[in-house]
């Protein structure tokens, strides 16, 4: 590859897909009863999740300065190009400390060809716009090429999405207590997007059948060219709704390449088992 893609492990992208397009992937920490795990190697989404059920509230921690300082020295050495697509800032602190790490680098190399892009995003949300820069970095194009349609598909990445339970988000303070209470009490759905990078509740809905229904009303709403686009849905350990989304939006939109994955572990920590997640762009795909 002319460009080496790099990402962190919020992108949700599994090990499989990370090598096959020979992605670099640098993990973030899951933190439990003051242990602390590396996310996709030492812990899996599904361990997190079956702790979450059992009473455990995980913590995580970003990406260290030293494993950023590594990464880029080491492709800087070597004068590899490389593009790190970061999970957005809104939601960690990995990105300012990539671009902390960035200014020291491009002292100590000069020549060094590489940019750090806050793609305001997460989960298969990020991981859909590092797929398509990894692609395009094996096909051959050029840095500019490869950067431009990477940041093309971070401005027009949507984000629709609901959990199972209020209760998580409320732990990290995403809604408020009196909110994940009387939510739980009437089976409540929230609805949620990005905006801007940050987590924003669009609207409430009564009953876990019709919040699929309405994930693919805003998908029509917001979607372009959904038939020949892909499309990502990522899961809180609920493949089998995840799936049924995926036939409901190939039944509906013709779409072929629905990428299915895990919330990974470092957001599912926070947004739980039973999350479901749809991401797809709302213009032309490039």
Wanted: charge should be negative; glycine fraction near 8%; hydrophobic fraction near 35%.
């Amino acid at each position: 590859m002319n460009v080496q893609i790099i990402c962190d492990s919020a992108s949700d992208l599994s090990r499989a897909t990370v090598e096959k397009y020979d992605i670099t992937s640098l993990p973030l920490k899951v933190i439990m009863k003051d242990e602390e795990y590396v996310d996709g190697e030492t812990i899996t989404p599904k361990d997190v999740y079956d702790r979450m059920r059992e009473g455990d509230a995980p913590k995580t921690a970003q990406v260290s300065a030293q494993t950023f300082r590594e990464t880029f020295t080491d492709l800087a050495e070597k004068n590899k190009p490389f593009i790190y697509f970061s999970f957005s800032s809104e939601l960690s602190g990995t990105y300012q400390t990539a671009k902390m790490v960035e200014q020291e680098i491009k002292e100590d190399y000069p020549e060094a060809t590489f940019e750090v892009v806050d793609t305001k995003a997460a989960s298969l949300g990020c991981g859909l716009i590092v797929l398509r820069a990894a692609e395009m970095a094996r096909q051959g194009a050029d840095f500019e090429t490869v950067l431009k349609t990477g940041l093309y598909h971070a401005e027009h990445m949507e984000h629709i999405f609901t959990v199972d339970d209020l209760e998580y988000l409320q732990r990290g303070g995403r809604v408020s207590r009196t909110a994940a209470f009387v939510g739980g009490l009437l089976k409540i759905k929230p609805l949620l997007h990005m905006e801007g990078g940050k987590l924003i509740p669009l609207e409430k809905i009564r009953g876990s059948k019709k919040v699929l229904k309405r994930m693919l009303e805003v998908m029509e709403e917001r979607g372009h060219d959904l038939q020949n686009q892909r499309v990502a849905i990522s899961h809180g350990d609920d493949l089998d709704r995840a799936e049924q989304l995926a036939e409901m939006i190939k039944d509906q939109f013709g779409t072929s390449e629905i990428h299915i994955d895990y919330v990974g572990a470092t957001i599912g920590a926070h947004s739980g088992p039973g999350t479901i997640a749809l991401f797809f762009l709302n213009d032309t795909y490039q």
